[in-house]
């Protein structure tokens, strides 16, 4: 064996034994006549000794070219160390190196491999398998592979069964660009790789096998973002003979399950809001309950004065943010370029400040007496001592930027902790959403969400106002999963279908085989999926899902350790019959 121990396991318990230890030299101390090397291990790291008065010469000359990341394997003897370091579990004790073997020379590492390290993040993902070695990244993996245990772990135990679902599969439209595979045996002809399960679970429950889950990798071709990877990880469930209330009292028994296991955090509320409460209350749909802030509409008892910009807007909206009072111009004016950056696209800001002796003073006083202020202080729930914002405009564009707003306070404020949870559920999303583009609505999940059944009389008049049967979870603002009761009745979805502009001949060249396959007793079913990388990133007490993904794409979906994408050689090309037109 290469060893008889790992570089984290050594204590006073085994002064005297003779070990055989293998690893990375993390770093080398040399003394002249005392050379120390702290060889480290996936598991941790012990000191190695090298004394000239006591090791061969020929192993103690060796060990003066060990270099970084040097790959050696030593025997020697278990010894209590002098001087002991009480910040790694093996400080009490050193080896006394009797035979050294290098196994392999490293070169110098473009960056330091330790936990502060000097290396900016581009050097970094094109050397990951480096970066892998340092603890951040490394114990990021680990908490992953945790997570994941516990999710099937607890899945297994609700009686679910893991199910693999194909990788090439039919291009389907279900939101985002498919990414596509050209197929050599079937001239001209494509795979797609699948943004999610989607309709294999739901044919799994017309299989019958009742609970399906799935750790599953899914591929989206779409424009990235600072944190979305085009290919990520779902845990993807679905169940048959369930209604909503079942789904949601499961995933919240994952929820409360993962968060008690992973952090020791017992969750006594799990709130659900619906969709228009989060929009009218938060201004998004995965609002961030651990503070408060909650938006107060104004229109009632702003309008009413001669203050035109007020009078002009669908929506006049604020927030009490506690303690702020005391900001100065300078502060408020920082708040006023911010959210008048592109990104936020706010014109100005108004704002009152409720001193602590309860007047209040404002950046409208011209327009508006104490008595129109103190009603604007109730509705937004202010007290002495804090400050109101108030924005104004088209409701929903305003309504994103007063949410921006909340969000950027609430962390300069240290509000957002990375050791609170605060789970919910949002429920009741409108099925439809009209796209002023192409004139016709989209689904707002996907195609094969089932209307709340009490609105089904609405979908030929009023498609609009029809109501989803889904439902996300949200974490800390962050949605970490969604899912629906699903279409079962092959009428059903074929009017689904029609509503969302598919010819029906569309509708059986792209789902043909899902409607067939309700026409042999589909039962009632539904699930749900979570982003495990997400989840995983704010388990861990992070807001970037990089570190906890083992190869990921940088934010021009590029893979720069491997260079991917990169061109295919022409003899390829022609055997699969592409021709590149590059113009």
Request: a negative charge; one cysteine or more.
């Amino acid at each position: 064996m290469y060893r008889s121990h790992t570089c984290g396991e050594l204590n006073l318990s085994h002064v005297n034994s003779e070990v055989t230890l293998a690893g990375w030299v993390q770093k080398s101390r040399d003394k002249g006549f005392m050379n120390w090397v702290d060889l480290r291990d996936r598991y941790g790291i012990t000191q190695l000794i090298f004394d000239e008065s006591r090791t061969e010469k020929s192993v103690f000359e060796a060990s003066k070219t060990l270099g970084r990341e040097f790959v050696i394997q030593v025997k020697g003897t278990v010894i209590e160390r002098e001087a002991k370091n009480k910040n790694i579990p093996t400080g009490d004790i050193e080896i006394l190196v009797s035979e050294l073997t290098i196994l392999n020379a490293a070169q110098l590492p473009p960056f330091t491999i330790e936990d502060e390290t000097d290396g900016g993040e581009d050097i970094r993902m094109k050397y990951r398998y480096l970066d892998i070695r340092r603890n951040p990244v490394k114990n990021s993996l680990l908490f992953r592979h945790k997570v994941s245990m516990e999710v099937r772990n607890y899945l297994s135990q609700q009686g679910f069964c893991e199910i693999e679902t194909p990788y090439l599969i039919k291009s389907t439209p279900e939101g985002a660009r498919d990414f596509v595979v050209p197929s050599r045996m079937n001239e001209g002809q494509f795979y797609a790789l699948p943004q999610s399960p989607q309709t294999f679970k739901q044919l799994l429950m017309v299989g019958g096998m009742d609970k399906y889950f799935q750790i599953v990798k899914c591929f989206r071709d779409e424009d990235l973002r600072a944190d979305r990877q085009p290919e990520f990880t779902q845990i993807d469930c679905e169940m048959a003979f369930v209604e909503q209330e079942d789904i949601l009292n499961v995933f919240e028994g994952l929820t409360r399950h993962l968060l008690k296991e992973i952090k020791g955090v017992e969750v006594d509320k799990f709130p659900r809001i619906t969709y228009d409460y989060a929009m009218k209350t938060y201004g998004n749909d995965k609002p961030d309950i651990r503070f408060d802030m909650k938006f107060g509409e104004l229109n009632a008892v702003a309008q009413h004065k001669d203050f035109p910009v007020f009078n002009a807007a669908e929506l006049v909206v604020g927030i009490a943010v506690p303690g702020c009072a005391s900001y100065s111009r300078k502060e408020i004016d920082a708040l006023i370029d911010w959210i008048k950056r592109p990104q936020i696209g706010a014109t100005g800001m108004v704002y009152v400040k409720y001193e602590l002796d309860g007047s209040l003073k404002s950046s409208v006083d011209k327009f508006y007496d104490e008595a129109d202020l103190k009603k604007w202080a109730e509705i937004t729930n202010a007290k002495p001592g804090d400050l109101i914002l108030i924005l104004s405009g088209k409701a929903d564009k305003t309504r994103t930027q007063l949410s921006a707003l909340r969000m950027e306070l609430a962390t300069r404020l240290g509000l957002r902790k990375p050791d609170e949870f605060a789970p919910l559920w949002v429920v009741d999303f409108p099925l439809l959403e009209w796209d002023e583009d192409s004139q016709r609505y989209h689904a707002m999940h996907h195609p094969f969400t089932s209307p709340k059944p009490e609105d089904m009389q609405l979908i030929e008049t009023d498609p609009g106002k029809v109501r989803a049967n889904a439902y996300d979870m949200v974490l800390n603002g962050n949605e970490i999963g969604g899912g629906s009761i699903r279409i079962h009745d092959r009428d059903l979805q074929s009017r689904m279908f029609s509503l969302l502009g598919f010819t029906p001949e569309q509708a059986e060249n792209q789902f043909g085989f899902l409607m067939n396959a309700f026409q042999f007793g589909a039962p009632p079913h539904g699930g749900l999926a979570f982003g495990l990388d997400r989840l995983v990133a704010i388990l861990g007490g992070q807001e970037t899902i990089r570190d906890f993904i083992a190869f990921p794409k940088n934010n021009s979906g590029r893979d720069v350790m491997i260079d991917a994408p990169s061109a295919i050689d022409e003899a390829q090309l022609n055997e699969l019959h592409i021709k590149l037109d590059l113009k």
